[in-house]
């Protein structure tokens, strides 16, 4: 039965990212969030499987290194054969539509940790977990938005969030090559522009800069993202792709 830790399931990608790895009765899941007693998705996914041995909740904060600490350790008694995949899908977004002149630093740096500092310390945490499973994968859901080569098809919105994210890709490419010599295959994914909370906050500026487009549910971008977790293998560690399987730039 292959195993599965998400981060950040409360609601959005990463609580569709559970769903759909659960359709799979050969899955078993562990969902974390902050408070998962809170979550109505993930109360709801509980009351569905409550007859299967598919699913456990464990409280993860990822701004909180404690808990993230105290989650490995409770997740290793869970998995006595390791952890198969990890899926890193915690984060948040300050300062979307500020400018330059306006971004408040002392929230850049609460962003810019969380989304890059608390995720290292989350993947040094589950190492040996993941090392110790037979499938060996980590799985980190970033965004197109912290591509370099694509700045110039980026709006200049949520800057300090794509400089973030540029910050972890980075962290992440690294990372993954020591992984790789531990037989650790290690990806990036961008899931598209997705219709969560987050993903429509600025949707109507989005609309304008981009006519055309608009978000994909969650369902179409987790149901990808799914597949092409199946698909990565270690010798392409490590790459950067979009929930489509299409390669990005870094």
């Not at 962003?111 to 499973?133: D, M, W, Y």
Request: charged share 20%; aromatic share 6%; net charge negative.
């Amino acid at each position: 039965m292959p195993s599965y830790l998400i981060t950040g399931t409360s609601r959005g990608i990463g609580l569709g990212l559970a769903t759909e790895l659960l359709k799979n009765p050969e899955n078993q899941v562990i969902a974390t969030a902050r408070s998962p007693e809170t979550s109505k998705g993930l109360q709801e996914l509980r009351q569905q499987y409550a007859n299967t041995k598919q699913l456990f909740f464990l409280p993860l904060d990822i701004s909180k290194p404690e808990t993230i600490t105290k989650a490995a350790q409770e997740a290793e008694k869970l998995l006595p054969n390791g952890l198969d995949v990890l899926i890193s899908n915690g984060g948040i977004l300050r300062n979307a539509t500020a400018t330059w002149e306006e971004i408040d630093t002392d929230e850049f740096l609460e962003e810019l940790g969380l989304n890059t500092i608390s995720i290292l310390q989350l993947l040094r945490a589950f190492r040996p977990l993941v090392a110790k499973s037979s499938l060996k994968k980590v799985i980190v859901i970033t965004s197109a938005s912290g591509s370099i080569g694509l700045l110039d098809h980026t709006p200049n919105i949520a800057m300090t969030y794509g400089v973030g994210k540029a910050a972890l890709n980075m962290l992440v490419r690294r990372w993954g090559k020591v992984y790789k010599e531990e037989g650790i295959t290690t990806h990036l994914i961008h899931p598209g522009w997705v219709a969560t909370t987050m993903g429509l906050a600025e949707v109507d500026t989005l609309k304008k800069l981009f006519p055309g487009t608009s978000p994909i549910s969650v369902e179409e971008s987790t149901t990808n993202i799914v597949k092409l977790i199946d698909e990565v293998k270690l010798a392409d560690s490590v790459q950067f792709f979009s929930h489509d399987g299409t390669t990005l730039p870094w």
